[in-house]
C-alpha cells in the first residue's frame, strides 16, 4: 500500500490518554465495552497518523480480508483527508456494510499531550459520531436535522453519565450550537438547542449516572423525535434571523447584529423563533458573554425579551393571546344562538 494507506493499531487497556492517539485507543475501548454491537466491526482513524485503531475483524465487518478492509479505510482517508484541506480540521463517519468507521480529522499539534480542554472535545466530538452510529435513523451525519439532535444528545448524555452535576457543559453546547445557527447563518441541519435545552432539564430531576449505554440510545432517539425542528419552523427562524446576519457580512458591528436580532424576536410570533434566539442572547444579557452597550433603550429591550421569555414559558402556545377561563371566555364574534330543540325544529307530517 502507498505512504496514505491505514494501518491496523489494536488498543492496550494501559495506554494513559496524554496524547490524541492514546485518547482514541481507550475510547475505542470504552465503546466496545459498553456497545458490545460493536465489537469487531468498528473502529477510529487518526488522521494525523494514519492509522486504524479497533479490535477489527474483517469477516465480521463484511470485507473478504484485512486488506480489504485497509483498502477501503485508505479511500476514506484519501476522501477526509482532501476535505481537511479545503475546510480544516473536520471529523467525518463511513460505513460498509456491518464496518463502522470515525476519521478523527486533526492536525500535528493533536498529537502532544492533550489538555483538558481538548480532552473534552474529543469526547464530545468521539461521542457525537458514535451517536450518529448507533442511534436509530442517525446516521445522515451532516445533512439531517434529526440526526444531528440525536448525536448531540447521545454525546451529552455520555457527558452527564460521567459527570452528572455538570449540566453546565450541556447549556454551554446549546448556547454555540444557537450562536452557529442564529448569529453566523450555520446550515439548518445542527439546530440542536432545543433538544439540548430538554437534556438540561431533564438532568435537574434525573441522575444521569445510573443510566445504563443501552438506555443512553433509547433517550438519544427519544429526545430527538420530540425536539428536532420542522423544516416549517426552520424557515421561519431563518427568515427571522438574516437581518442580523446580513449586518455582520455587510461589516456591521456585533452590537448592531444583537440589536437587530432583539426586534427581530420581539416581533416573531413564532415561540419557537424566539427560544432559540433567546438561547444565544440570554447570556449576553446577562453579561456572562461579550459586552454590550447598556443605554437606556438596550435596557428597555432586555425587559422586553424577558418578559415574552417569562410568558412563553408561563403559557406556551398561547403566549400573547387571552387566556380562555370557563365563562370568562371573550369571543371575537358574536356568540352562537342557543341551537333550538330537536322536537320544536322538526315537524312531523302526518
Known sequence: MGADAATLEKPQ?????????????VLVHLAEEDFPQLKGKFGVVDMACKKLIGNVDPRAAGFESQDDMLGFVSEAMRETADFIRQHGPNSSLRAYKDFKVILFGSDTGDQQNVTEARLRQVMNTFFHELGHLIVPFANDAGTNCYAECAADAFAMIQHLRRTPDDIAAVNSESWMRARDYVFRGAAPTHVTSFTLEKLAEMAYDVDFSKVTPQQAIVLAGRLAAETTPTEQSLAVMQAAYRPAQEILRNGGSSAAAVERLAQSLLLTDSTECFRMGYVF????????????????SWQKTVRALEAKDADIRSNGLMQGLPRLHDDAVVFPFPRPAAAPKAAAALKTRH
Open 13 to 25: 487497556q494501559d495506554d494513559i490518554p496524554l496524547t490524541l492517539p492514546a485518547l482514541l485507543k
Open 281 to 296: 442572547l440570554k447570556p449576553m444579557i446577562e453579561g456572562k458573554i461579550g459586552q454590550l452597550p447598556q443605554t437606556a
